[in-house]
Structure formats: structure tokens, C-alpha cells
């Protein structure tokens, strides 16, 4: 059961390097044209000598500011995560350290590119089992230490960011009609591997591939499947009062538009930024989020819908009254 619980607080955290398209022509055989005509993207953020983690704190700290709260009031901390900085501590754990938050449930989730959309649903279920009035919901990527460079398939997609969000308990929710799903990635469509060390018994292969390895056809197709089938299941369930705008996970523009037409939705009703920030995975609908707020796209009683889609494989969606102003 969720919590009857609503978004009081948002923030971001970026790196510091911004890499155009001009800058991977230098790197690899593309070009600025390519990219944009083929994924909508213009530039993405890169961690250099800034972590996941640092990025993390500085979207959570924005987001307890926006609610108006301090650390000691957080109660529950959750993080999605594929590509944090240390394998143990968790990222949750990270930042509960790094800002000082008091003992509590703090834990990561790893859903691929949808793991914000867990993590949010579980965040304000856990609210309820745990009687919890306030939790920090956390994304933050450092998916370029995962990239092959030399690829040119996929070193165009990807970037590095994070966003926050706070949840209060309150009388009215505004978090509705949660979709988590999932199915077995039987061809392996987008792998990271784990690097495997050798131990006294035995000697691992030399050439393991420990960077992003992505089927793109096969992504899309998925893609494009699971983001109008959820769309639809969310328009059936909220049909007496049904959402007007949607933020998707930012992957490809390609997918977005071709997904309005076939669900007979606008253009304009998809809030896009992939321009800015390419696919930062999990973080991608969070920082989404906030430059559809920090822009005013979102205005208090909006309806809207957040989906998203990735690696598992995994989709889900949830619908939320916007009521930050």
C-alpha cells in the first residue's frame, strides 16, 4: 500500500565538464549532425575529478532545502543507482553519511534506467509500513566510467547526473496507480559486466568486456512497446481524471515521438530534455522533473505521468498531482 505522501522538495547535481557533439567528433567517427538527426542529443554531462556520490549530495541537499527541512527530519533514504561509485558503501549510504542524515533505512535499488521509478513507489510504500513522514528519493549515474569510447554506437548516448526529490506524508497523496514491471533480458540486449579478479582458484578469462554493451534495435523495439503500453495502462486507470503532460526516461527522441503518435498524444505533452543531458539512466526522468518544473512547465494541479524504461529488463510508470510551487 502507498502512503498517502506528496513531492515537497527537488534537486539536481551535475558534473562539472560539459562534452558536445563537437568535442566527440574528436574523439571518435561521428558527427554533431548525426547525433542530433538520430537521438535528439546535443551535449551530455562527464564526471571527471567529481564522483557520483558528490553529484548525489549536491541534488539531495537541494532538494531538503527546496522542502523546507533539515537532515534530522529525513527518515528513510533510498538510491537508484547502476553505476555508483563504490560497490560498497551504497550511494544511499553514501549520501546519508556525506550529509550527515540521522539512522535510518537507507539502501540502494537497481532497476536500470526505470530505478527511479522503483525507488519511488517503494520509498512512499515504505512510508506507510514504516509510518514515516519524510524520505529522500535519490538517482545519480556515473555511467561514463562504464563507456567504451571507441564506440561509436553507444559513447554518444550516455551521461553522467543526479537528481532528488522529498517526500512528506500528507492528508491528500498525489502519488497514484504505481507499474512495476519486468522480464528476463534473455538475449542480453544492454550489459555492463562486472570486472571478476582472479582468485587462489581460479584464474578469470583476460579479455572480459566490463563496458556498456547495448543491442540499439532491439532497445528500441522494447522501448517503444513497454513506454505506449504503460502510457495506455495508465490512461484506463486514471481515466476520470487523466494527466495531460508526461515525462519519460530520456533516451532517444526518436522513441518519444514515435510513441505520441501511435498513443494519440501531442508533441508538447512530452517534456524533452535529452538535448542537455543525453541518457543519464535512472537519473534521467528526475532531472527531467526539474527543468520541467524549474522552467514552469509543471505548475501546481497538473497531472502528469512519469515512465520509464531499461535495462533488466525493466518499465514502470506512476501517475502524480504536481503540487510544488
Request: net charge negative.
Amino acid at each position: 500500500m502507498i502512503a498517502p505522501v506528496k513531492i515537497v522538495g527537488i534537486g539536481e547535481g551535475l558534473p562539472k565538464l560539459i562534452v558536445t557533439n563537437k568535442m566527440m567528433e574528436q574523439i571518435v567517427d561521428t558527427s554533431d549532425e548525426w547525433i542530433v538527426q538520430r537521438t535528439g542529443i546535443k551535449q551530455r554531462y562527464i564526471l571527471t575529478d567529481d564522483t557520483t556520490v558528490s553529484i548525489s549530495v549536491e541534488a539531495s541537499k537541494k532538494a531538503i532545502e527546496k522542502a523546507g527541512l533539515s537532515v534530522r527530519d529525513i527518515q528513510l533514504v533510498i538510491a537508484s543507482t547502476i553505476a555508483s561509485t563504490d560497490r560498497v558503501p551504497t550511494l544511499a549510504g553514501s549520501v546519508q553519511r556525506e550529509l550527515g542524515i540521522s539512522d535510518c533505512p537507507a539502501f540502494d535499488v537497481s532497476a536500470g534506467c526505470t530505478g527511479f521509478i522503483y525507488g519511488l513507489v517503494t520509498a512512499a510504500s515504505l512510508m506507510d509500513t514504516l509510518q514515516l513522514d519524510n524520505a529522500l528519493v535519490l538517482a545519480g549515474e556515473g555511467i561514463s566510467k562504464h563507456i567504451d569510447w571507441a564506440d561509436r554506437s553507444t559513447c554518444v548516448l550516455f551521461g553522467d547526473g543526479a537528481g532528488a526529490i522529498v517526500l512528506r506524508r500528507s492528508s491528500e497523496g498525489s502519488i497514484h496507480y504505481p507499474v512495476l514491471m519486468g522480464k528476463s533480458d534473455e538475449e542480453n540486449v544492454l550489459t555492463i559486466k562486472n570486472k571478476d579478479d582472479d582468485t587462489p582458484w581460479y584464474r578469470y578469462p583476460s579479455e572480459q568486456n566490463t563496458k556498456l554493451v547495448m543491442k540499439g534495435r532491439e532497445v528500441f523495439t522494447f522501448a517503444s512497446e513497454v513506454l505506449a503500453d504503460t502510457i495506455t495502462l495508465l490512461k484506463e486507470k486514471c481515466k476520470d481524471k487523466p494527466f495531460t503532460k508526461i515525462i519519460p526516461h530520456q533516451a532517444n527522441s526518436r522513441i518519444i515521438e514515435y510513441v505520441a503518435r501511435i498513443t494519440g498524444f501531442k508533441q508538447d505533452q512530452f517534456f524533452i530534455n535529452l538535448s542537455k543531458f543525453a541518457n543519464t539512466s535512472s537519473a534521467s526522468i528526475l532531472l527531467a522533473l526539474w527543468d520541467a518544473y524549474t522552467q514552469r512547465w509543471l505548475a501546481p494541479g497538473d497531472r502528469i505521468a512519469l515512465i520509464g524504461f531499461g535495462s533488466g529488463l525493466t518499465w514502470g510508470g506512476v501517475v502524480i498531482d504536481w503540487t510544488l510551487e
